[in-house]
């Protein structure tokens, strides 16, 4: 075949561009991005010429359908790129899927500050300027049980902040065991060096002994640190120095004690049936001088890291220059503040904070939800087998990293379709769902997924089982 027919036939950027429905598509998406769309759309046809991939005929085919690709293609990229996904892995606090939901109730609010003027850093009693952590102080403290709070960024830049207030350029002890990266991107030392603190680690893997710390003390020794492993257990041959004994250690030799505990538990998990995990409470009851958390793990706010302790050294970091660089902006306070104020009350805040809710969330409640789905799938699809099975959840977000919670989940299974080609397939729905698979069977966890994206899970599998596509 002779390219050069082929190459004539190759549509011209102005020509494409003064079609009516281009015209139409310009006035509703840039200029550039439609013409960038529209030179990529020719190129590729190009390409296949090259490539042997055409002849008159299946080209003119594809000459024809530039303008909808075009079309589909310029559309897709003014698209938001970050959006609504359905979570249907069971981990509740999964860090790729945007940690701990914020409750319609709790984005009223957010709404409310954020949409209007707000006090920020207004004092309304003295008509003056105010601080921006005042608002949030007082229910950390209530809470809590400490002297004084502040919140930055996360509870990486909490432990940064920390560090660099209380240890810049001296010495910091911390346990081997404890030296953990968290996440990928949170790595202890690392964060320790960024500090400008100096790490002296002590101890083995697997055992750090009173004594250890003891040693290691010395005139550069500006504090302790002690890490919650949390997505990470040693088990057996193990001892750890227990935060009673670490506090003791801290006060005899006059240096202060700072825990990062990770996931910020607020309310003790284990009268729910879940693995104890240490609360912000206990530890400040220990006599730690400084614990900080995540404000979207086990809490189930927003990003932020939270700061309670001694109110001499908050205060310092208060007036630490590196506050400014990760301070926290006013959706961060106004959530913050609505989800605390659920935990005034137990009950609302298992009802109302969806992290607390998803976890505590009865088999009962999973099986009604399970039954339910089931049906709504089995009536309409005759390609795929469906079965109720036991499974089991994870919390996620590093917290309680060996707890498993009974669950219930839709175990799906196919002789006709790989169930990875499914799994791809709702992922590229226009409310991508993301599930599990194992050993060619992919399962939905009912304890992730709301009731009210029933149906666009039924919408996503009529998608992801089309026949034609
Ligand atoms: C998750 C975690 C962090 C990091 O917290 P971010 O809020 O994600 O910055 C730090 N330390 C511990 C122990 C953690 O579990």
Redesign the pocket.
Known sequence: MDKRKLFSKLPKVDDILSNKKIKDLIENIPRDIVVETVREEIEKIRKGILENKYTLDNLDEDVKKIYNSIIKRSNIKINLKLKKVINATGTVIH?NLG?SLISEEIMENIKEVSSNYSNLEYDLDKGMRGSRYSHIEDIIKRITGAEAAMVV???????MLVLSTIAKEKEVVVSRGEL?E??G??R?PD?MEQSGAKLVDVGTTNKTHNSDYETAIGEETAALLK?????YRIVGFTKTVELDDLVNIGRKYDVPVIE????GVLIDLSKYGLQYEPTVQESLKAGVDIV??????LLGGP???IIVGKKKYIDKMKRNPLTRAIRVDKFTISALEATLKLYLNEKDALKKIPTLNMITQSLNKLDEKASKLYGMLESKNENINLEIVDQYSQVG???MPLEEIPTKAIMIYSDEINVSVIENKLREFKIPIITRIYKDRMYLDLRTINEKDFNNIVDGFKYALKQDK
């Open positions: 860090t940690r960024n996360n509870n990486a830049a909490a432990v953990v968290i996440g991107s949170f202890v964060v890490v919650h492993t949390s997505n990062d505990i990770g996931s900080t958390f995540s404000g979207d793990k990003q932020g890291g977000g590093g917290a």
